[in-house]
């Protein structure tokens, strides 16, 4: 049974910086695309980042290039997400999942993706 658990949110004011945790276990495969999703109230979710676990590979949404960065540690089977210089619109509950093989250009395809976290809720005051 796939399980992955999410950690690390709270609340910020605008240019600080958080560091999430989704640690995971029960895949059937061990390469993996593992993915960070966010949904803001009244929004659909959506993809943040991904990271290929078998070779590394890293795709991001273009609201977040450049202040944040996706990051495993396959020994720990953990995923991580640094967010820095976040801003307001960062504000959502904040997914992590995952599916087996690559992640491809269409890695923020919400229908590729069956297992989610709980979330871990991420607020950014101004």
């Known amino acids: 049974q796939v399980r992955l658990v999410e950690s690390g949110g709270g609340s910020v004011q605008a240019g600080g910086s958080l560091r999430l945790s989704c640690a995971y276990s029960?895949?059937?495969?061990?390469?993996?695309?593992m993915g960070w999703f966010r949904q803001a109230p009244g929004k659909e979710r959506e993809g943040v980042a991904a990271?290929?676990?078998?070779?590394?590979?890293?795709s991001y949404a273009d609201s977040v290039k450049g202040r944040f960065t996706i990051s495993q540690d396959n020994a720990k089977n953990t995923v991580y997400l640094q967010m820095n210089n976040m801003k307001p619109e960062d504000t959502a509950m904040y997914y992590c999942?995952?599916?087996?093989?690559?992640?491809?250009?269409?890695?923020?395809?919400?229908?590729?993706?069956?297992?989610w976290g709980q979330g871990t809720q991420v607020t950014v005051s101004s």
């Open positions: 990271i290929y676990t078998g070779g590394g590979d890293t």
């Open positions: 029960g895949y059937t495969f061990r390469r993996n695309c």
């Open positions: 999942t995952g599916v087996f093989g690559g992640c491809g250009d269409r890695w923020y395809e919400l229908g590729r993706y069956n297992d």
